[in-house]
């Protein structure tokens, strides 16, 4: 039984792209009949957050997004999971400095595979997904992966609890 | 009538494609033929590193770690005097932060970095692309011979 589900979950994951920077290129060029993710039965375009399994945040995450991230992960149908794609999404990358950029997608949602990269080949991504097929097989249905530790992985949340409060003004003596 | 000679030309090309096979890479199947110099990972010749620390001072993400200590060797000779050399302790590159931009390979000045064009290492935990020495150095094993300091050398 539970090899059956996974088997049917492994090899159909509706992908859902959250592109958000240049490595999106690099995730559409996947999909393109040279590389051809469907071949894994990752299958590009799903409707809508709502029909889809697999979510591919690629690109910088800003502070601004990341209501907008969070809101469209909890609609999403369980079994969900998400691929990291770049340096961006993973850490922040160039701009884990900057005072505008989400320190990695992680923050939001749980994260299932990162793709280190800046950007990565599309062959990295391909490499990504069979790693998450891999995690699939080996999970118990139901009790999904790397969502305990997570802050906010459990719970769906409004998108007030993960915007950030505007900076107060200093105190005036 | 242009538009049906349009027409039949479109069905001409999409005839034409069906003879053709696809031009798609089997990737797990089937290696993907990488331009040699491809950036793909950094790879660490630990014996040339003399812990000088200028990539960690380049790295325009500073996601380069470097720990050393210093030894000291005895003199050679009678009246010598005693050297001192650093000793690699830590280098550890966070392939979670890197942009793949090579300052680091570029500025070393002992030929210790080089880039290698292996692209397959996605990992399940954010703390796993933190690669430690001994693993940027395994990545030794594919950088491409013309890129090696002995291939100036040769001619």
Redesign the interface.
Known sequence: MQVVLNWGRRYSLWVFNFGLACCAIEFISASM????FI??GVIPFAPGPRQSDLMVVSGTVTDKMAPAIRRLYDQMPEPKYVISFG?CS?????Y?DSYCVTK?V?QLIP????????P??P??L???I??LQE?IAAETPGQAR?RSGSRYADRPVTAGEVTRDLVAPPAQD | MSGVRGLLRGLGTTARTLTRRAHTAQYPHTEPTLPERSRGVIALLEENCTSCMLCARECPDWCITIDSHKETLPAQTEGGRERSHNVLDRFDIDFSLCMYCGICIEVCPFDALFWAPDFAYAEGDIRNLLHDKERLGTFMASVPESALPTAEEKG
């Open positions: 009949a040279r590389h051809d071949r894994l340096a993973n850490s922040g990358g160039p884990w990695g992680d994260v299932d595979v990162y793709v280190p990269g800046c990565p080949r062959e990295a391909l490499h990504g069979v790693t995690q790397s």
